[in-house]
């Protein structure tokens, strides 16, 4: 299962909210309204962030659970040599402390970590629903400081996606984010992940397949809103076969300001084509990473 999660999570850090990723310009008519690669740009920098913290702390969770079960599945935990991680169980509640150090520590996926990073959760791993929080204590990456708090949460449920019971795993973000250069962007938002196929076959990650749905809004400096809107009707699909980082079908509405764009995956199909609609203009182009 952890191998699975992390080989997944690494995808999710490049192309979750590829929509808001793709190096293609949208034009619109108020420049305030105008959704641009600068923009994008910009925020698959905030997402890469968000989404490593994420595989940090679901490894640190993972690594735990397999300590107190005093088992070994065989998958090693993903946290390269120049991490420093101290674990204390005070009351009911495991605190794993992971220090990058001050000079730069390359995660596996090469982005370059600073800081710590402190991840509490419950010592009791039985329960249904297992949450995990986490804070950044002068925490850079790849240059960027990012302030804040996370918590994510596992279950084990049937939804409106699947009526067998599946993973679901669900995101709440609230960061800060300073860029190197001064500028600061701040991000909420909540994803939910689930696993729809290949859960019970948990050796073998190519046969796993993903639906994602959820929002998040990034505020930047000027002050505009750059909002990206995945509907549970219509969330990214993400097949593992395809042993690329991007959905295969799913559509994401691109709000900022006033301007709007529409960004559909596909019908399905193993490629990296989508299409952008503005203004009832319709363009299909190539997905990048």
């Known amino acids: ?10 995808l999710l850090a490049m192309t979750l909210f590829i929509g808001c990723n793709s190096n293609e310009t949208v034009d619109a008519t108020a420049t305030s309204s105008t959704i641009t690669a600068e923009d994008a740009i910009a925020n698959s920098e905030i997402d890469a962030a968000v989404d490593d913290v994420s595989l940090v702390a679901e490894d640190q969770f993972d690594m735990q ?6 088992t070994s599945s065989g998958m090693p935990s993903m946290m390269p040599s120049c991490a420093t991680i ?3 169980l005070t009351n009911d509640t495991w605190t794993r402390t992971i220090d990058f150090g001050t000079q730069g520590c390359a995660l596996p996926n090469g982005n370059v970590v600073k800081g710590k990073i402190i991840v509490s959760f419950s ?3 039985t329960t249904p629903i297992k949450t995990i929080s986490y804070n950044l204590v002068g925490f850079y990456h790849n240059g960027k400081l990012i302030e804040g708090s996370k918590t994510i949460t596992h279950e084990l449920k049937t939804s409106d996606l699947l009526t067998a019971i599946h993973p679901v795993t669900t995101h709440s973000i609230d960061v800060k984010i300073t860029f190197a250069d001064g500028k600061i962007y701040s991000r909420i938002g909540t994803r939910v992940r689930e696993m729809v196929d290949g859960f019970a076959t948990m050796t073998n990650w190519e046969d796993n397949v993903f639906k994602v749905w959820g929002y998040n809004i990034t505020t930047f400096p000027n ?3 750059y909002t990206c809107t995945i509907q549970k009707t219509v969330p990214l699909v993400i097949k593992m076969s395809c042993k690329m980082p991007f959905p295969v079908s799913g559509i994401v509405e691109i709000t900022k300001n006033d301007g709007k764009a529409t960004l559909d995956f596909g019908k399905g199909d193993c490629d990296d084509l ?8 319709v363009k299909e182009f190539h997905l990048k990473k």
Request: hydrophobic letters at 40%; aromatic letters at 10%; proline letters at 0%.
């Open 1 to 10: 299962m952890k191998t699975k999660i992390l080989f997944f999570a690494t």
């Open 65 to 70: 659970k397999s300590s107190a079960a005093k």
């Open 86 to 88: 101290t674990t204390v």
């Open 123 to 125: 010592k009791n791993f």
């Open 223 to 225: 002050g505009s809103k």
């Open 274 to 281: 989508a299409t952008i609609s503005l203004n009832g203009v």
